[in-house]
């Protein structure tokens, strides 16, 4: 559409007087689009802030804990299923944008004077997201993809908060345990594929950026051992409490927690081998709450460490016989000429 030329259009505008002036403004803002309306508003009060600055000021911090944690129990519930009654039809086709909502505005309480509960309302969320990946919380079929939630980011701007925050030792002793919890050995999305999988990274890696000092990496083991040892105590006491003792389902939650944090056990033995810290590897690799073909891997690659060529060849080739397919074990095998097992072979051969 042709429009005026400033000149033309103030020449017209100047023969009105304030009244009539006044009168069209009222129009423009009665009748216009909201975009507009905000527009003129600000233009008559310029020290209020916009609408769409107001809707992001902080939270209310207690509240949105309280309304995480019904979130979360919701969802572990099977409310967000049809389970119960307890969530309304429409929540449930809408849960992604409830809980968007609410990271979003725990994250916004980190910086804002709220880190406590906003720090509190996220470990609850991304607890229940990552425990998403294995269980159908919700109408998704996979539902850190439908969130649209990259957990490693997510974890990352909740750990800089905690260590600028709380401090190193405090942000330790809160971050160790998450490590052991959220970690994931293929990311945290169920298939693995999509714009949010391209965009995760290991835990292990955004751990290893915060810490920046040798000191660090001996206080943050400390802290990750201790984490290891309440996993480890944890069920010995549901043991004695009389709860269903399976040794299976026991050794595979081991084994799968150790290949989960396959490459932090890793950043470790790379890091504190042969420093003054050497001693907390050897708790690591004996640990009870750690099983599977992963900590024999662990303990062949300390032993290689140390020198012990005889044991790490005979821990290399026990790996092999668990995972003969597994590639960082072959490569290492074959690093230190440790024998292979026959399965091997035809793994190799058919490969």
Known sequence: MDRMKRDVFLAKVGRLDADRLRHILWNLYHRGGSALRERIEGLLDPDKPARGEVAREEPDASF???EAEEFCRHARSGAYMGGTRDVSPSERIRWRHTFRRLVDSAVCCLGHGGFEE???????LLGVLCEASDIDFFHSEDAVQAAKLVVSDVVRTLWKASLEYEGFPAFAHRAAPQLLRWERAFGWTRYGEGAVAERE????????????LPDMWMTFADSYLRALDAEAEASGRAQKAGAAHRPDVERHAREERTRNLARWHGALLERLAGSDGEERLDRLV???ALDGPEKTFLQARLAHARGDAPRARALATRCLESLPGHESFLAFADSIGAPVPPSVKRVRSQR
Do not use: F, I, W, Y
């Open 64 to 66: 949105l804990r309280e």
């Open 201 to 212: 990274v290991p835990l292990a890696s955004v751990l290893a950026g915060l810490l920046t």
């Open 118 to 124: 906003g720090a509190g309302a996220l470990e609850q």
């Open 286 to 288: 004996r640990h009870p």
